[in-house]
């Protein structure tokens, strides 16, 4: 799905309309980090239930942040893939 971002805040945005080529919703987002303050069980066990979250959470980020959110708690991190419009794009 793509949406395009339209600038609405003429004071703070410079102009540049962006299309929103993918979001990403990940649970459980850098485990390296994690892994020097948790156990290695507690590790695995994040890991694998943010696996099970991100699933379903990928599959409709839109759905996910109305309904899911209020489940799961939020999500750790929310990754924007944009793509600036104009130039022969």
Do not use: H
Request: proline share 8%; charged share 20%; net charge positive.
């Amino acid at each position: 799905m793509t949406r395009t971002l339209i600038p609405a805040f003429p004071w703070e945005y410079r102009g540049v309309a962006f299309t929103s080529r993918r979001v990403r919703l990940r649970g459980f987002a850098q485990p390296y980090l994690k892994r020097s303050v948790l156990p290695r069980p507690l590790t695995w066990t994040g890991q694998g239930v943010g696996a099970v979250i991100d699933v379903p959470a990928n599959l409709s980020p839109l759905v996910c942040s109305r309904i899911g959110c209020y489940r799961v708690g939020g999500f750790e991190e929310i990754e924007f893939v944009l793509v600036r419009q104009g130039r022969g794009q």
